[in-house]
């Protein structure tokens, strides 16, 4: 027996969305779902309410589905940043070589995370 996947992960600017496939495998239709709001947002309001460029989205840097390794490196980038927040932000990478470990781990999933960018660039 498989197990098909109806439901993805996908990142947005300070948010993480739900796509959910309906419509039959040949033709699915994506929706997003905000869970905080119970909504449904269309791209043209993510893009406008995230400020996200239709370059940004073509790209897959964002509202693409994430993989179950891209979202499992994902989960590197917030358990640093809740490193940082639990014991001080420690300045450069010498002095905080886990934040620098869980971004490198995560760029080498997934390059394009801008997130774990970010952490690095810190």
Known sequence: ?????????????QHVYIKRANG?????VMYNIETTSGSFPTYGWIMA???ITMEGIMSSMYMDSLTQRVAVALTLVDLAKGWQRRFGDLGN????????????ACLAVNPENPNARLLRAE
Do not use: Q, V
């Open 93 to 104: 990478a010498d002095d905080n070589p886990f934040a620098m470990a869980c971004a490198e």
């Open 1 to 13: 027996m498989s197990c098909r996947r109806i439901a993805w992960l996908s990142l947005a600017p």
């Open 49 to 51: 309410a995230s400020y």
């Open 24 to 28: 039959g495998p040949r033709y699915p």
